[in-house]
Every structure is written in C-alpha cells, then in structure tokens.
C-alpha cells in the first residue's frame, strides 16, 4: 500500500511540472529520506512545494543534488558537501518534466582519491549503492537494497545491482594500494544482512529433496552462496546452509545425515577447489536397498574454472545455479 504523502506528490507531478521526491531518489540512486533529510539539515529543498507540503523538483533542484551526491563521493562532509552545491547553484538550467532524464553536470575540482567508482554500464541503482558504500552510511545502503530485492527479485537484485557494484568495489581497492578495504567489508555486510531480513522463511525440508550448501574446506567466501540459499527459498526449495569452510570430515557427515537431492560447493579460487572432494560426495549413496540414491554435486564459484569435474554440473551464475537445483529436486 502507498503512503499518502507520496501518493499526494505523484498527483501533483502529474498535474504540473517538476518531479516528486522519489522520482529523483531514483534518478539519482539515494533513498527519499537522504534526500528530505537533506532539505532540513542543508536548506538543499525544491524552490516550490504545493499547499506549502508537496515538494516539487525542478531542474536547478536535481542538479544541485546531484552536485551534493558527487561531492559526498569524494569523502567531503555533507555540511561542507551542501555549503558547496548551494554555493555552486545555477539558474540556467530549462525546465524538468517528470519522466524526463536530467542532463549530468561536470564534477569540477574532483579528488581522484576517494573518486567514484567505475560501475561502466550498469543500473542507475549500483551507482546509488555504491554512493553510500563509499560514505559508509548504513541507513541510505538499508533501503536501497531493500528497494532493489523488492523490486527486481532476489536474483536480478543480486546479479544486475549488488554484483557489479562489488565488483567495482573489489576493483577501487585493488588498485588503490590495499585502500578501501572496509568498504568492501561494509558492503559485504549489508548485503549478507539484508538477504537475511528480507529472504523468504526457511523452507522445511522434504525427504530427498533437499540442498546442501556449503563452502570447500579452506573457502570463507561465503556471501554468494547466501544469495542462493535465499533464491532457492524464494522458490520453495529446502535448504540446508553450512557457510564457510567446512572440513572434509564434516560435509560428508552433512551430506550423509540430511541424503540431499542436490550439494552445491562453493570455491572462489583454484587453489581451494577440490575435484576429487567433489566427486567423493557425487559417488554417497543413501536410502533403502534397491532405491539408494546419490546427490547432484554443483560446483560452484570460478574456482572451479578450469579443472570442471566430468558429470558434474558448473553453472555460470545464480539464474543458472538455480535453474539446475530446481530442475534436479522436483525432477
């Protein structure tokens, strides 16, 4: 169900100019209460609200935002951050129709260090995630990824919106000399948090049709197998999620206790991908003489490129790992 007050925007855009709060959220990738938020502690409001309430968005408004969003990327304090975007305020700019894409400004004066991050051709939603990774700012991250899950699903969520910006994260870090590590961190926790409180319920588990998730020994590469946990209860499918490395002796007793339909691996690198611990759990039979069964090991991850295990499926990515699971539990 909508709130009021935004339904009562959305009205006043359709019957004039100017945008509502949350279509400029979206264009600029910020939550609606960064942006209101803004207002009262910076002045950084529209020039015009209706009946003294509804605020209404010109287009000198975005661009100021925009110039606000560029220079918290850099690192500088939002009050500083405002005091610039306020100072820097043009007038030239024509008039914003809703449904009208803002032209982008030049970030003059931009510190390379603490720059944003290169996300190439990605959603407009990485770029609002990756604002507040960079600033550290919980709350914003919060409801953007909640928006994003809500909105395209789990998978798509993962694949076109968190994945690119981890990747560009992963990437700043790597050639800023060790620099944004916690970011990185930050990043990986809310992603791992938000799965958890947003996910579907555990479903209860079937005989024969459940999935045993888990990390290979040595691996702690835990987060995209928390996607595929969360995607397969999406879907009704049981699983069972053991996480970061687990020892030899410990998945086999897992694999042999719960007799799962399906057992997927997780290795981020060669060097603790194991194809013949992948194919020792593929050959576990359990169940009654005459109907025992084996599981259907995936091995996940790119650690396992290169050295795929014969008859044992490598799904390229989390649409594709969950298609297979699907197909192998309710076959």
């Not at 049709?209 to 879907?235: D, G, I, K, Q, W």
Request: charged share 20%; proline share 7%; aromatic share 4%.
């Amino acid at each position: 169900m909508g709130n009021k007050r935004d339904d009562g925007e959305e009205a006043d855009a359709r019957r004039g100019g100017g945008l509502t709060t949350g279509e400029v959220a979206r264009r600029l990738g910020v939550a609606p209460t960064t942006i209101r938020s803004w207002d009262h502690r910076y002045g950084l409001g529209p020039a015009a609200r209706t009946g003294g309430r509804h605020r209404r968005w010109t287009a000198v408004d975005v661009a100021r935002l925009e110039r606000m969003c560029a220079l918290t990327a850099t690192g500088l304090p939002p009050a500083e951050a405002a005091r610039l975007a306020l100072d820097e305020g043009s007038t030239d700019v024509p008039p914003l129709q809703a449904g009208t894409a803002p032209s982008p400004r030049p970030v003059r004066g931009r510190s390379r260090a603490g720059a944003g991050l290169r996300l190439g051709d990605a959603r407009q939603e990485c770029k609002g995630v990756a604002r507040a990774a960079l600033r550290l700012d919980a709350t914003t991250l919060d409801e953007l990824l909640r928006a994003a899950i809500e909105e395209h699903g789990l998978v798509s969520a993962w694949t076109e919106v968190i994945t690119p910006t981890l990747q560009a994260v992963g990437r700043k870090w790597e050639s800023s000399g060790e620099r944004y590590v916690e970011v990185e961190h930050f990043l990986s926790w809310h992603v791992s948090s938000a799965l958890r409180r947003y996910a579907p319920p555990v479903v209860a588990d079937r005989p024969g049709a459940t999935t045993v998730l888990a990390c290979v020994p040595a691996e702690n590469h835990t987060l995209p197998l928390e996607v595929l946990a969360a995607a397969l209860a999406e879907r009704g499918l049981a699983v069972r999620m053991f996480g970061g490395a687990l020892p030899v002796e410990s998945l086999v007793s897992a694999v042999g206790r719960t007799g799962p339909a399906a057992v997927g691996l997780w290795a981020q690198s060669r060097a603790t991908a194991s194809g013949p611990l992948a194919q020792y759990v593929a050959a576990m039979e359990w169940g009654v003489r005459g109907a025992r069964r084996q599981p259907v090991v995936l091995t996940l991850g790119p650690g396992w490129a290169g050295q795929t295990v014969p008859g044992l499926p490598h799904p390229p990515g989390l649409a594709e790992a969950v298609t297979t699971v699907e197909s192998v539990v309710l076959r």
